[in-house]
């Protein structure tokens, strides 16, 4: 039990160590869509390398003044001063580095997403091996040497649908040497949009009709000629086909058409008795599927509605209902 409570207050201690640090952070870097790193958002600090390596001067060192060998004295303070030059080399490495948010592309839950970043240089200085990586996702390395700018892609995964932010962007570089690590968390203030997952269903309740797509249907007072069909009884006298009548004809009545134009809503009600999840997820199935058809449809939600159409437009604006819809913007 006393064990259990030791490592329960440890973990507490660290916790609270944690939300401090990451308060200083926010303070220190806030959240923008666009950082150029400098000294007030670049940390370095000895890498493994580094630490064993600093471990080994000390040790020449004591050797050196033990044996009081110049020559031990003269290599230490060599490679003491390719240290400082290692620290100054790798500072300069990410220092000057502008990196801006482009895009964050949609995505499915238990797909991953795309964050898309332009990284450019400020000055005209060179850098190599530069890593960017989320804390969940791909990591990306990137040389600036002739170019003044690139692009990278980051992969992340996504669970819920919403908005999903990967958190802080980590940059890093241990060039030239490796023996220090200069490195930053930066905030681009992304946001990817996770739509629902798809849910398919047999067929879509409430969409039966017994006018297919574009099926012509008679509508007295239509401008639009359709034929004849003899004449019954109630008919009115300005569409009896009197041409014909003169002819010797038997008595037809003109008809006139209009066309049916089928479009299709994705109603909230279709599916009663579901929880909100699964009726979303039949939505957006609906959706991408009327959409990979080619077929005009709208959507009907308690809070919203958008008239049918077609196109990219339309079904990116219908998903973006779909993902956010009960979810504060």
Known sequence: ??????????????????????????????????????????????????????????????????????????????????????????????????????????????????????????????????????????????????????????????????????????????????????????????????YPRPLASAELPGLATDQPDGAAIPVPGSDDFYGFRDYRAGDSLRQIYWKGLARGDKVQTKQYTAYADRSVWLDWEMFPGLAQEQRLSHLCFWALEFDRQGQEYGLRLPDQSIVPDVGERHREQVLQALALYGIDR
């Open 1 to 194: 039990m006393e064990a259990a409570t030791g490592t329960g207050s440890e973990a507490g201690f660290r916790a609270r160590l944690r939300q401090r640090f990451r308060k200083w952070v926010n303070r220190r870097i806030p959240p923008s869509r666009s950082v150029t790193l400098d000294q007030k958002r670049l940390f370095i600090f000895p890498s493994g390398v580094g630490f064993f390596f600093v471990l080994c001067l000390f040790v020449m060192l004591l050797a050196a003044i033990n044996f009081q060998n110049n020559l031990s004295y003269g290599l230490t303070f060599l490679l003491a001063t390719l240290f400082v030059l290692a620290v100054l080399h790798t500072f300069a490495n990410l220092s000057g580095l502008h990196i801006q948010a482009v895009r964050a592309r949609p995505a499915f839950p238990g797909q991953q997403t795309e964050f898309e970043l332009q990284v450019s240089r400020v000055k005209q200085r060179e850098h190599f091996a530069v890593y960017f990586r989320f804390a969940e996702g791909s990591s990306a390395r990137l040389n600036l040497v002739t170019e003044d700018s690139g692009r990278i892609t980051l992969l992340a995964p996504v669970e819920k649908r919403g908005w999903h932010n990967p958190g802080r962007l980590r940059i890093e570089s241990t060039y030239p040497l490796g023996l220090v690590r200069c490195w930053t968390w930066i905030d681009l203030d992304l946001h990817a949009l996770v």
